[in-house]
């Protein structure tokens, strides 16, 4: 057969835009497809055991490279496993672009085994879901999806490739995908407003989140905050848009509950939001959420997100990087003596305060505590205080410790973009097979993926796919025998009704039957510990920073379980 199939030019097209790592999972209908992948030694194909895996190991992939990353899906069922997964990778802007035969379009109307609108499957968890219909328009297509993947707001996107689109002979020529500037800048006049509201006021806040980083305004967000001594607190992020040790850094304005965040929201007198968007709890407020006549001004390069639930007095779409340069000089010019003074003394109070609080929250030295300590379940703080002197200092750790967390940031504070990585979405599962793809970009880093038992749970095959391409990824899973996250949520839920505390739902008990984490990562040729008391710890890091294979620590910590209660009533 002369010439080259869509096979071989889909890998070719990848190829010529860099995408060179392939996540994924097969099946019949990819056949042909995947028997092509084998010519092209570049491309490296990534086996996944679950398609939420693939999702999840590209996510990471993707936070680490900020580059449009590829997903090989299987079908229906494929493609079902993957929404989840697919769900966290849109709310938290990926650029993947996922791919997926179907039978073929001869099949298309006989409704088949495995038949199914796959385009409506994946639309509402992608930023484009499409159906390749014909062989002249296979790398066109392939290329609009790369670009739109990857043009901020960045996303997920979806195109299924019909297996006769695929195997037919294809003549369309392999360029790089084009893709749109959105180095955009607000006008002069957008900018002297906003350093006006902003020098204004005598309480200014900024809220970013992860469209500051991947504009890479880390520095320029850090200045404005600095010039204004703003208060500058995270609305859903996954990666570090500004040192958290920082004295303006305030922490984050949650995921779950509008009123933990309305104090913060409603403190400012001007509010400048900049790369995220109001607000991403699962229980938002939903009045005003801030003070009353309180400016707001929002700069992104997402206009969905501008003034989509909340009063904007001045929204505009623009590169956050450029737009906060600008605004920083403008501050400069602008302001009166008075204002750069007042700027001065809310920087000054910050830092203070911070030291205050630092002192405050000191956790006592667990680990020197001793042997009267030993027999205790361990809490996440004596372990992490151990790390922390251990890692090297440019480890990149995925943190989906989820309620030990905390204890996590506080030992090892995330500093700079692209180096710590936290969950986006609501979506469990993704801390190990995060930390997978984060480590298969950084072959010569320590890289710590933290997962809780019950999210490591939903992904734990990624384990298999670390040893197989040799991903020397180290997982430390927080073993509290509980979903103890939902434990801490009914509490609020029990006290919003005025319901007295009483037994946590048995589905949110872990404990019974104990799973064995170590054993677990055994199984699938990743060498593992346990370890439930203190004397452990700084044994088995060592063992787990003394080579670059992928090693689990079975991390038992104190947790809200009741094995025998649970035991006698499931079992039954
Ligand atoms: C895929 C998925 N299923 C279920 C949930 C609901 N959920 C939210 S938090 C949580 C508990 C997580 O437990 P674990 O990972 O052990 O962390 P811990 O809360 O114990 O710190 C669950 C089940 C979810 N967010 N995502
Ligand atoms: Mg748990």
């Not at 005003?288 to 779409?317: F, M, R, S, T, W």
């Not at 996250?485 to 919003?496: A, G, R």
Request: with cysteine.
């Amino acid at each position: 057969m002369g010439g080259k199939t869509g096979n071989q030019k889909v890998i070719e097209q990848f190829l010529a835009d860099g995408m060179n790592h392939m996540f994924g999972n097969p099946g019949t209908v990819e056949q042909g497809f995947l028997d092509a992948v084998a010519e092209y030694p570049d491309m490296k194909y990534i086996l996944t055991l679950q398609e939420s895996v693939a999702v999840m190991m590209a996510d990471g992939y993707a936070r680490a490279t900020q580059r449009p990353t590829l997903v090989q899906l299987h079908s229906s069922p494929g493609i079902g496993n993957a929404v989840g997964a697919l769900y966290q990778a849109k709310r938290g802007h990926a650029p993947l672009v996922v791919i997926g035969a179907d039978a073929g379009l001869d099949y298309m109307n006989m409704d088949a085994q495995m038949a199914n609108d796959l385009v409506a499957m994946m639309a509402p968890v992608t930023k484009y879901a499409t159906l390749v219909l014909s062989p002249k328009s296979l790398l066109r297509t392939i290329r609009r999806a790369i670009k739109i993947a990857a043009t901020a707001p960045m996303g997920p996107v979806y195109v299924c490739l019909p297996m006769d689109v695929l195997d037919a002979l294809n003549e369309e020529e392999v360029v790089p995908t084009s893709f749109p500037s959105t180095q955009v800048v607000p006008s002069a006049e957008q900018i002297t407003q906003a350093a006006s509201m902003l020098l204004a006021a005598e309480k200014p806040v900024i809220f970013a989140g992860d469209g500051v980083t991947y504009s890479g305004a880390n520095d320029a967000l850090t200045k404005v905050a600095e010039l204004l001594g703003a208060e500058v607190y995270g609305v859903d992020f996954g990666d570090v848009f500004m040192d958290n040790t920082h004295p303006l850094y305030q922490g984050t304005t949650g995921h779950m509950f509008g009123a933990f965040s309305h104090p913060i929201t409603s403190k400012g007198d001007a509010n400048l939001i900049v790369g995220t968007y109001m607000v991403p709890e699962v229980f938002p407020r939903l009045e005003d959420i801030y003070q009353p006549g309180a400016k707001v001004i929002h700069i992104d390069l997402n206009a969905y997100e501008i003034a989509k639930n909340h009063h904007v007095d001045l929204g505009v779409v623009s590169d956050p990087k450029l737009s906060l340069e600008a605004l920083a000089t403008a501050i400069e010019t602008q302001r009166t003596y008075a204002q750069k003074a007042a700027g001065e003394k809310r920087l000054k109070a910050a830092k203070e305060s911070k030291k205050t609080a630092s002192v405050a929250t000191q956790p006592t030295s667990e680990v020197e505590a001793g042997e009267a300590e030993v027999s205790r379940p361990l809490k996440m703080a004596q372990f992490a205080e151990v790390l922390a002197q251990k890692v090297p200092a440019d480890v990149l750790i995925f943190d989906e410790a989820l309620t030990n967390s905390p204890a996590v940031q506080h030992a090892i504070p995330p500093r700079k973009p692209g180096s710590y990585f936290t969950t986006r979405g609501g979506s469990l599962g993704v801390g190990f097979p995060g930390a997978i793809g984060v480590k298969l970009v950084h072959p010569d880093k320590t890289v710590i993926g933290f997962s809780g038992d019950g999210g490591s749970m939903y992904t734990i095959q990624a384990l298999w796919s670390a040893v197989r391409h040799n991903a020397g990824a180290k997982f430390v899973v927080c073993n509290n025998g509980s979903y103890k996250l939902l434990q801490l949520n009914i509490d609020v839920y029990w006290k919003e009704r005025t319901i007295d505390a009483h037994n946590y739902p048995l589905s949110f008990d872990l404990s019974y039957p104990a799973i064995r984490f170590d054993l677990l990562a055994q199984s699938m040729g990743v060498e593992a510990v346990r370890v439930e008391k203190l004397e452990e710890i700084g044994p088995a890091i060592d063992r787990m920073l003394s080579d670059d294979k992928p090693f689990l620590i079975d991390l038992v910590l104190e947790g809200n379980h009741q094995s025998d209660w649970v035991k006698t009533n499931c079992s039954q």
